[in-house]
């Protein structure tokens, strides 16, 4: 594992008055895969979304390859284009073919050309088994195919860091282990991934490091067996126990 | 009822339907522009833009096309601007349609939901790109229903031009009451018109919907 990739120094995000992420600070390195963990409305998909600057943040900074992305930024979607993400809700454009889905940012963004663009869409599409979809519209797969077709479409933006938001959220028990496993086999491959989850399974075995949050603060941090085995605070170990019926 | 009559004046109704709709033509062209623009003001919530065209779509929406006209035709020349009867027309049209069409793109454009704006933004692709080949074609498809509507109103409408002195299809037929008193005839000559002119621009509508909805969704 290398260099840091992405860092995050003291970040501060407000909603009116309510304090979403209140001073937050972690770095993630090259090939690192992170998973944020925590209780819903702790703050982890605003902080992803705030990464990708879909939201806007009221203190802190964020690097990305040590070059600093946030507060005026210029060209906000050539950095956009470095960093990978997937929605929990399905987010494919429903009026385009799932191929046309994967090529449009490579080709309209990074202006590659449409036929190297096109081979590796089907490359990519081929190992996630979904080679024989690619004429299919979104409104013809299942969430498990939709989702894993979004994660393709990411990936063949070539980003640095991949930042998945629940991606498995709003699927069906059995679809959800299909999804997982395309993201096994990226964090295998050396990938850089952060991970906001609820499946804590996955969590405990594709994580390199666990964060977890409560009430917009980064409460714990460490490898994934210090944290399901030994939590050092209270309140991580009050979240674990409302799992624990499901081993 | 006199055939001989309606033979003898269709071609002067076939005139005024070429008038009719011609300036239809140029004032729904008009009014998708403008309704395009004030649309995504509205829906950018465009600082002060948004504010004026809020006025300009209340104050459109809730004036009658005939007293918009009589501003334009009658009220303009007070103040030194005087325009033809053709311009008052389509000028008037563009008014009033411009309203109708940025409903119909603002909630087109609302309808769509905000994670394809972030997931297209998320992608790397330019606020414009995101508009231009995710926004716009979601937002169109929702909106033709209500496009077409607009259209069949605002051919409707011109109904009212011959108060600036337009020989349109409604002139035409006051024209030939008064002069020959064949009520009968000449009413049913400008329901036919409208009808030749509606119905077909109402069907390439209706199918125009059917293929967006399969196209906006797969088949």
Redesign the interface.
């Known amino acids: 594992m290398g260099n840091p990739v992405l860092g995050i120094k003291n970040l501060k995000k407000k909603f009116g008055d309510h304090e979403v992420l209140k001073d937050i600070s972690f770095s993630v390195k090259k090939g690192e895969v992170v998973v944020v963990l925590g209780p819903s409305g702790c703050g982890k998909s605003t902080l992803l979304r705030c990464i990708?600057a879909?939201e806007s943040i009221q203190g802190g900074e964020i690097f990305l390859d040590r070059e600093k992305i946030s507060g005026n930024v210029k060209n906000l979607?050539?950095?956009?284009?470095?960093?990978?993400?997937v929605?929990q809700?399905y987010?494919l454009?429903?009026?385009m073919?799932v191929l046309r889905n994967v090529t449009?940012?490579p080709e309209?963004?990074?202006h590659r050309p449409k036929e190297e663009v096109e081979k590796e869409a089907e490359e990519l599409l081929h190992r996630v088994g979904l080679a024989d979809k690619k004429d299919?519209?979104?409104?013809?797969l299942s969430g498990g195919q939709k989702q894993r077709a979004?994660i393709v479409?990411?990936l063949c933006?070539h980003p640095e860091v991949m930042l998945f938001d629940e991606v498995t959220a709003s699927l069906d028990p059995e679809m959800v282990r299909e999804v997982l496993d395309v993201m096994l086999e990226m964090a295998k491959e050396g990938r850089t991934m952060v991970i906001v989850t609820h499946e804590m399974q996955f969590a405990k075995a594709v994580a390199d490091r666990i964060i977890f949050m409560d009430q917009g603060n980064i409460i714990e941090e460490g490898s994934p067996k210090e944290f399901f085995e030994h939590p050092k605070t209270e309140r991580a170990r009050q979240f674990l126990n409302v799992f624990e019926f499901e081993a | 009822m006199d055939w001989n009559f309606i033979i003898q004046y269709s071609g002067l109704y076939k005139e005024a339907a070429f008038l009719t709709l011609r300036i239809a033509c140029m004032g729904i062209f008009g009014s998708l522009i403008l309704g395009l623009i004030c649309g995504m003001i509205r829906y950018y919530k465009v600082p002060v833009l948004s504010r004026i065209t809020g006025i300009y779509i209340e104050l459109s929406r809730n004036t009658p096309l005939l007293i918009q006209l009589f501003f334009l035709y009658f009220g303009l020349p007070k103040i030194g601007i005087i325009l033809e009867s053709e311009t008052c027309a389509v000028a008037g049209l563009v008014f009033l349609g411009g309203s109708y069409m940025a409903e119909a793109f603002r909630s087109g454009m609302e309808a769509v939901d905000s994670v394809q704006t972030e997931s297209g933004l998320s992608l790397g692709l330019t606020k414009k790109q995101v508009w231009f080949y995710i926004l716009l074609p979601q937002a169109a498809a929702i909106a033709i229903p209500g496009i077409g509507a607009n259209v069949i109103f605002l051919i409707k409408e011109t109904s009212v031009f011959s108060i600036v002195a337009l020989m349109d299809l409604m002139h035409v037929a006051k024209d030939l009451i008064g002069l020959y008193y064949k009520t009968d005839e000449a009413l049913l000559m400008l329901v036919t018109a409208y009808l030749v002119i509606l119905l077909p621009i109402s069907i390439i509508f209706m199918f125009l919907e059917r293929r967006l909805r399969f196209a906006g969704s797969g088949d």
């Open positions: 990708n879909l979607h050539k950095i956009r284009q470095k960093i990978g993400m929605f809700s987010d454009f429903p009026h073919n449009l940012a309209k963004a990074q299919a519209y979104p409104r013809q979004a479409r990411a933006m």
